[in-house]
């Protein structure tokens, strides 16, 4: 079985196709994440589940964020022990903390698989084909308010406190889902330098935020943080403010 991405289907900019996309692309790789070991498989799960309700956002739909709430831990803790187990793998550490990792990796895995095979999670795919309706939201609008949302963060930002960090990265995760959503319905080439410069700002979060997840998990198992990744940590801090001015001063292609 090979991981499902998303697809943005070109058309009329209804709800309909946008959230049936985004939920066959959870319903799959759930399933692959039951029968398979690769990691992609629940990597891709979380993007569907983002992407879901990045689409109920933009079309004002009510959500499914209540029955998320019961089994998105269980995920994200998983996906975090496979992330920080890749890196390990290929760190300067002893072999009895990659073994400890392993098994916790394992464990993390088997906590995943046993909640996307309850009862909670039938039901939450049961809400969500029940969402699955025509509904038209205005592209423009929809862009504009998950700009602005990014915007009203970052102006208060400290780029070196974790937690506003990853609140500015989830802003701008939902900002790229609707550029990708609605790109097609503007003229112009102007989106793909825009999405280019908020991807290098996503990526940058999103390494830091895999740093600070590294940190976590090795103070767990009452390790120390290498050198080298204090040393990233920092250039990556550095970099951020760049990024952001270059980000900001870019023309919205939908403007």
Not at 55 to 83: E, S
Not at 232 to 245: D, F, H, N, S, V
Not at 246 to 253: D, I, K, L, T
């Given at each position: 079985?090979?991981?499902?991405?998303?697809?943005?289907?070109?058309?009329?900019?209804?709800?309909?196709?946008?959230?049936s996309?985004?939920?066959?692309?959870v319903?799959?790789?759930?399933?692959?994440?039951?029968?398979?070991?690769?990691?992609?498989?629940?990597?891709?799960?979380?993007?569907?589940?983002?992407?879901?309700?990045?689409?109920?956002?933009?079309?004002?739909?009510?959500?499914?964020?209540?029955?998320?709430r019961?089994?998105?831990?269980?995920?994200?803790?998983?996906?975090?022990?496979?992330?920080?187990?890749?890196?390990l793998?290929?760190?300067?550490?002893?072999?009895?903390?990659?073994?400890?990792?392993?098994?916790?990796?394992?464990?993390?895995?088997?906590?995943?698989?046993?909640?996307?095979?309850?009862r909670?999670?039938?039901?939450?795919?049961?809400?969500?084909?029940?969402?699955?309706?025509?509904?038209?939201?205005?592209?423009?609008?929809?862009?504009?308010?998950?700009?602005?949302?990014?915007?009203?963060?970052?102006?208060?930002?400290?780029?070196?406190?974790?937690?506003?960090?990853?609140?500015?990265?989830?802003?701008?995760?939902?900002?790229?889902?609707?550029?990708?959503?609605?790109?097609?319905?503007?003229p112009?080439?102007?989106?793909?330098?825009?999405?280019?410069r908020?991807?290098?700002?996503?990526?940058?979060?999103?390494?830091?935020?895999?740093?600070?997840?590294?940190?976590?998990?090795?103070?767990?198992?009452?390790?120390?943080?290498?050198?080298?990744?204090?040393?990233?940590?920092?250039?990556?801090?550095?970099?951020?403010?760049?990024?952001?001015?270059?980000?900001?001063?870019?023309?919205?292609?939908?403007?």
């Amino acid at each position: 079985m090979i991981p499902v991405v998303g697809s943005s289907p070109i058309g009329h900019p209804s709800f309909a196709p946008l959230f049936s996309a985004a939920l066959a692309q959870v319903e799959v790789n759930a399933r692959g994440v039951a029968q398979s070991s690769d990691p992609e498989f629940l990597h891709q799960l979380r993007v569907g589940l983002r992407r879901l309700r990045t689409v109920q956002r933009a079309f004002r739909i009510p959500g499914t964020k209540r029955r998320l709430r019961k089994f998105k831990p269980a995920l994200a803790a998983a996906r975090d022990w496979d992330v920080f187990y890749g890196w390990l793998e290929n760190a300067r550490v002893s072999p009895e903390l990659k073994s400890l990792a392993r098994r916790k990796r394992a464990a993390a895995r088997r906590q995943a698989q046993q909640v996307l095979s309850s009862r909670a999670f039938d039901q939450f795919l049961r809400c969500a084909r029940r969402c699955v309706h025509e509904s038209k939201a205005s592209p423009l609008k929809a862009l504009e308010w998950f700009y602005r949302k990014a915007l009203k963060h970052a102006r208060r930002i400290d780029w070196e406190d974790e937690e506003d960090r990853h609140a500015l990265r989830i802003r701008l995760r939902r900002l790229r889902y609707a550029c990708e959503f609605f790109a097609p319905f503007f003229p112009g080439t102007q989106y793909a330098a825009y999405l280019k410069r908020v991807k290098a700002l996503q990526d940058l979060l999103g390494e830091l935020n895999d740093i600070a997840v590294a940190r976590r998990l090795l103070k767990e198992m009452k390790a120390e943080p290498p050198k080298p990744l204090q040393r990233r940590e920092a250039r990556l801090i550095c970099a951020l403010g760049p990024a952001w001015t270059a980000f900001e001063s870019s023309r919205a292609f939908w403007g």
